[in-house]
DNA sequence: GCTTGACCTTGACGCAACGTCAAGTTCTAC
DNA sequence: GTAGAACTTGACGTTGCGTCAAGGTCAAGC
């Protein structure tokens, strides 16, 4: 049981290039290959694909992928000291990211002048909600105010973790989009449903007694999106705009 | 006024080649180019430079930066909008880097076979608190046993945070020593006093009334690093463990 | 038997921001 | 005059593939 190399990177979800790549590298060696040049891939080939595709999602660079399976194999099982030691680096990583946020905000602040930042701010890098007015015209009148003093109530500490779940948000649909992923599919759907839970956490749009976004309120929403400036601008364009609506209006048809 | 190309990278703390390359993309144009074909900057050249570095250490690309200062420029003063795209970018980053960490995490976990991660590798990084047993011989019983229940008291996120700000303080040293960095200038100083400002949140290491290192424990310490594999093989070897034990030496000194 | 189109090959450039030789020229000091 | 430091341009290396480019192979239809 053999398949040709796009097949199996079909199988996996990746490229017939990065195949070819990890057989160059020799981290994938091709299992066989035909009188023709053509390379082929059996069963344990695919595993093997598979768990470098999950070291290389958790951030391990190629060699390290390679540490992993190769202690792996050596040691039956376990051997997680490569990992430990991913570990460490990630951690220093975002320690490091802290600080440098901290000094970007620092930054901008001196830039403009004192105040820390506000609410004018707080949708950056996801601004739907600038919407509001529009929001309002279509669902009643909603205080945008009670919105503003939830956000001022904040400590800096979370505000600065609900800008970045909004932020990997709005990156992650961008990049969805961009790699013209189907609006249908799981992915898409899951994303949808991210951003509908991260509604949830905003008060002053349209809920639910349970404290979720109604149907109406999240297509409509959906709907806006497409051909507004501000919005699409985040998300590549109208195109991306059109791709996150429709995500969004199949996740409401089928689960709301 | 001007100045060489060694010159000026010396003044700003960076290197001849960097101004080349800013030349080549048109970042910072060369001032002056004498009839030899040596390059020559004047003090504009300068504060560009100064400013252009102080936007790379916040993590902007050199186009970004380009786009900061052609912004400021334009507009006498201020433009934020590029440093705030690339604080959503920050925070998009910081958000994946989390959902990493807790990935790579849960396959460590899944990998050993249950329990969280426990007090073992509470050093996982930054381990000199294993020379547990040497120190203790030195500077008197300790229970090791109540730094563990510390430990195990700590939260899950205080966990993460402590652990990341070790590992920072760790890559910080690595990097350092790997860059001839001056044990007794003050960027070695800098990473000497976060060392000890570190070590004054471990109980069971012998402190002062105030809740800090006595000089003792910090040199003693600092000297049992060189030598020691388990500590140096963090450190760029023992060349780099010998340069933080330097750092740590001269910090006592001077300031305890 | 021929064409078409899908799939395959190797080879090579591109990216980000420089580090790091290499080979040759110029300056400075003795 | 000459050694040695400083300077020049040019070009490769780094990471993990994406993306042509140019051409060979295969299955299907006429």
Redesign the interface.
Known sequence: MDWSIQEIAKLAGTTSRTLRHYDAVGLLPVTRVGVNGYRYYDEHALVRLQRILLLR???LSLPAVGEVLAAQEAAG????DA????????????????A??A???D??TN??GGGPLMAE?MF??FDHTQHQAEVEERWGEHAFASGDRWWRGKTPAER?DW???A??L??DWADAASRGVDASGEEAQVLARRQYDWLSGIPGTPQTADGHPTREYFTGLGEMYVGDRRFSANYGGETGARFVSDAMALFAEREL
């Open positions: 999602e958790l951030g099982h376990g051997a997680t990992l430990r030691e991913h570990l460490v680096w990630l951690r220093a990583e975002q320690y490091r990211l802290e440098q946020i000094s970007v905000e930054t901008i830039m403009e701010h950056d890098g600065a800008q970045a779940r932020a990997a709005a990156a």
